[in-house]
Protein backbone atom coordinates (compact mmCIF):
# COMPACT_ATOMS: atom_id res chain seq x y z
CA UNK A 1 0.00 0.00 0.00
CA UNK A 2 1.30 3.20 -0.79
CA UNK A 3 0.61 7.01 0.82
CA UNK A 4 -2.46 8.74 -0.39
CA UNK A 5 -0.56 11.73 -2.26
CA UNK A 6 1.72 9.41 -4.69
CA UNK A 7 -0.41 6.71 -4.15
CA UNK A 8 -1.84 6.75 -8.34
CA UNK A 9 1.95 7.09 -9.13
CA UNK A 10 3.20 4.09 -6.69
CA UNK A 11 0.48 1.91 -8.11
CA UNK A 12 1.34 2.76 -12.01
CA UNK A 13 4.71 1.21 -10.21
CA UNK A 14 3.13 -2.18 -9.73
CA UNK A 15 1.46 -1.29 -5.93
CA UNK A 16 -1.34 -3.21 -4.57
CA UNK A 17 -3.35 -0.09 -3.89
CA UNK A 18 -3.02 2.72 -1.54
CA UNK A 19 -4.14 4.37 1.80
CA UNK A 20 -5.48 7.52 2.37
CA UNK A 21 -5.70 7.86 5.77
CA UNK A 22 -3.33 6.89 9.25
CA UNK A 23 -2.23 3.16 7.57
CA UNK A 24 1.04 0.85 8.15
CA UNK A 25 3.14 3.38 7.17
CA UNK A 26 1.97 6.80 8.30
CA UNK A 27 2.74 7.86 11.60
CA UNK A 28 -0.14 9.21 13.71
CA UNK A 29 -0.45 10.53 16.96
CA UNK A 30 -3.95 9.15 17.34
CA UNK A 31 -5.41 11.57 20.37
CA UNK A 32 -4.37 14.88 18.24
CA UNK A 33 -6.16 13.12 15.54
CA UNK A 34 -8.87 12.63 16.57
CA UNK A 35 -9.08 15.99 18.58
CA UNK A 36 -9.05 18.17 15.31
CA UNK A 37 -11.57 15.85 13.74
CA UNK A 38 -14.30 16.42 16.66
CA UNK A 39 -17.31 17.44 15.64
CA UNK A 40 -17.98 21.38 16.67
CA UNK A 41 -21.25 23.08 17.03
CA UNK A 42 -22.36 25.27 14.05
CA UNK A 43 -22.33 29.00 14.81
CA UNK A 44 -26.00 29.98 15.24
CA UNK A 45 -25.88 32.31 11.59
CA UNK A 46 -25.30 29.76 9.26
CA UNK A 47 -28.34 28.03 9.28
CA UNK A 48 -27.25 24.64 9.84
CA UNK A 49 -27.97 23.62 13.53
CA UNK A 50 -26.16 19.99 13.41
CA UNK A 51 -22.48 19.69 14.24
CA UNK A 52 -19.81 19.22 12.07
CA UNK A 53 -16.75 17.71 11.34
CA UNK A 54 -13.71 18.77 9.26
CA UNK A 55 -14.66 18.43 5.40
CA UNK A 56 -12.38 18.03 2.81
CA UNK A 57 -12.72 18.20 -1.10
CA UNK A 58 -10.81 15.72 -3.86
CA UNK A 59 -9.15 17.41 -6.46
CA UNK A 60 -8.12 14.20 -9.21
CA UNK A 61 -5.86 17.34 -10.87
CA UNK A 62 -4.23 17.43 -7.43
CA UNK A 63 -4.47 13.84 -6.27
CA UNK A 64 -5.13 15.07 -2.35
CA UNK A 65 -8.18 16.71 -0.80
CA UNK A 66 -8.05 20.12 0.39
CA UNK A 67 -10.39 21.95 3.44
CA UNK A 68 -13.62 22.75 2.80
CA UNK A 69 -13.12 26.34 1.93
CA UNK A 70 -9.69 26.25 0.01
CA UNK A 71 -11.43 23.68 -2.15
CA UNK A 72 -14.51 26.46 -2.65
CA UNK A 73 -12.08 29.42 -3.51
CA UNK A 74 -10.40 27.37 -6.12
CA UNK A 75 -13.57 25.63 -7.96
CA UNK A 76 -14.68 29.68 -7.68
CA UNK A 77 -11.69 30.74 -9.68
CA UNK A 78 -12.87 30.91 -13.40
CA UNK A 79 -9.60 30.16 -14.41
CA UNK A 80 -9.44 26.85 -12.75
CA UNK A 81 -12.76 25.66 -12.51
CA UNK A 82 -12.80 24.16 -15.76
CA UNK A 83 -9.79 21.88 -14.77
CA UNK A 84 -10.46 21.27 -11.52
CA UNK A 85 -14.80 20.17 -11.69
CA UNK A 86 -15.69 16.47 -11.69
CA UNK A 87 -16.93 15.67 -14.96
CA UNK A 88 -18.45 12.72 -13.92
CA UNK A 89 -22.22 13.75 -13.43
CA UNK A 90 -23.82 10.24 -14.07
CA UNK A 91 -22.80 8.42 -11.25
CA UNK A 92 -20.49 11.19 -8.80
CA UNK A 93 -21.25 14.41 -9.01
CA UNK A 94 -24.65 15.58 -10.88
CA UNK A 95 -24.41 19.34 -9.79
CA UNK A 96 -20.88 20.27 -10.06
CA UNK A 97 -19.26 21.94 -8.02
CA UNK A 98 -21.86 21.67 -5.18
CA UNK A 99 -21.97 17.68 -5.63
CA UNK A 100 -18.03 17.87 -4.69
CA UNK A 101 -18.55 19.77 -1.92
CA UNK A 102 -21.49 18.71 -0.29
CA UNK A 103 -21.06 15.17 -1.20
CA UNK A 104 -17.62 15.33 -0.90
CA UNK A 105 -16.90 11.90 0.70
CA UNK A 106 -18.91 9.99 -1.69
CA UNK A 107 -16.94 12.09 -4.49
CA UNK A 108 -13.47 11.36 -2.85
CA UNK A 109 -14.05 7.50 -3.16
CA UNK A 110 -15.58 7.71 -6.39
CA UNK A 111 -12.95 10.02 -8.24
CA UNK A 112 -10.11 7.73 -6.27
CA UNK A 113 -11.82 4.62 -7.79
CA UNK A 114 -12.10 5.71 -11.71
CA UNK A 115 -8.30 6.83 -11.15
CA UNK A 116 -7.45 3.16 -10.26
CA UNK A 117 -10.03 1.93 -12.79
CA UNK A 118 -8.21 3.76 -15.58
CA UNK A 119 -4.73 2.58 -14.61
CA UNK A 120 -6.00 -0.54 -14.79
CA UNK A 121 -7.83 -0.10 -18.41
CA UNK A 122 -3.94 0.89 -20.24
CA UNK A 123 -1.76 -1.44 -21.47
CA UNK A 124 0.41 -3.23 -18.62
CA UNK A 125 3.24 -2.04 -19.89
CA UNK A 126 5.29 0.04 -17.58
CA UNK A 127 6.44 2.69 -19.42
CA UNK A 128 3.01 3.23 -20.78
CA UNK A 129 1.68 4.10 -16.83
CA UNK A 130 4.37 5.61 -16.17
CA UNK A 131 4.06 8.18 -19.21
CA UNK A 132 0.52 8.81 -18.40
CA UNK A 133 1.57 9.57 -14.54
CA UNK A 134 4.42 12.11 -16.16
CA UNK A 135 2.13 14.13 -18.48
CA UNK A 136 -0.58 13.98 -15.33
CA UNK A 137 2.16 15.88 -12.73
CA UNK A 138 2.92 18.15 -15.35
CA UNK A 139 -1.08 19.46 -15.91
CA UNK A 140 -0.71 19.27 -11.65
CA UNK A 141 1.87 21.56 -11.74
CA UNK A 142 0.60 24.14 -14.29
CA UNK A 143 -2.58 24.21 -11.88
CA UNK A 144 -1.23 24.38 -9.11
CA UNK A 145 0.84 27.50 -10.35
CA UNK A 146 -2.52 29.21 -10.87
CA UNK A 147 -4.33 27.73 -7.91
CA UNK A 148 -1.33 28.90 -5.28
CA UNK A 149 -1.88 31.91 -7.19
CA UNK A 150 -5.71 32.01 -6.59
CA UNK A 151 -5.33 30.97 -3.03
CA UNK A 152 -3.21 33.93 -2.42
CA UNK A 153 -5.54 36.38 -4.01
CA UNK A 154 -7.90 35.16 -1.95
CA UNK A 155 -5.98 35.42 1.22
CA UNK A 156 -5.98 31.56 1.92
CA UNK A 157 -2.36 30.84 3.61
CA UNK A 158 -2.31 26.82 2.48
CA UNK A 159 -0.44 26.61 -0.65
CA UNK A 160 -0.19 23.04 -2.77
CA UNK A 161 3.06 21.97 -3.15
CA UNK A 162 4.37 22.37 -6.90
CA UNK A 163 8.01 21.15 -6.18
CA UNK A 164 6.36 17.31 -5.38
CA UNK A 165 4.55 17.87 -9.23
CA UNK A 166 7.51 18.77 -10.33
CA UNK A 167 9.96 16.18 -8.70
CA UNK A 168 6.95 13.75 -9.86
CA UNK A 169 7.72 14.65 -13.68
CA UNK A 170 11.38 14.38 -13.15
CA UNK A 171 11.15 10.48 -11.27
CA UNK A 172 8.56 9.60 -13.87
CA UNK A 173 10.52 10.44 -16.71
CA UNK A 174 13.71 8.57 -15.15
CA UNK A 175 11.92 5.49 -14.54
CA UNK A 176 10.39 5.62 -18.40
CA UNK A 177 13.92 6.40 -19.64
CA UNK A 178 15.38 3.93 -17.43
CA UNK A 179 13.29 0.82 -17.93
CA UNK A 180 13.64 1.67 -21.60
CA UNK A 181 17.58 1.69 -21.97
CA UNK A 182 17.20 -1.85 -20.11
CA UNK A 183 15.12 -3.28 -22.80
CA UNK A 184 17.56 -2.20 -25.39
Same mark, same amino acid.
Given at each position: ?????????? +? %?????????????? /??? &?? *????????? !??? *????? =??????????????????? *??????? #??? =?? !???????????????????????????? &??? $??????? &? &??? !???????????????? +?? $??? %??? $? #? %???? #? $? /???????????????????????????? /? !?? +?
Amino acid at each position: MAPGANGLSL +A %ACGAAGYETGAGQT /ERC &HY *PAFTATRRP !QTS *PPNDG =DSGPRGSAYVYFSTFGRSL *PRKVGAA #LLA =DP !QLRGSLICTDDTTCCPDGVTSMITDWRE &HAV $RSRSREL &H &HLE !QMPSSFTWRLNSIGRS +AE $RSL %ADA $R #L %ANAA #L $R /EAGIAQQLPEGTFRALVRVADELRTRSA /E !QV +A
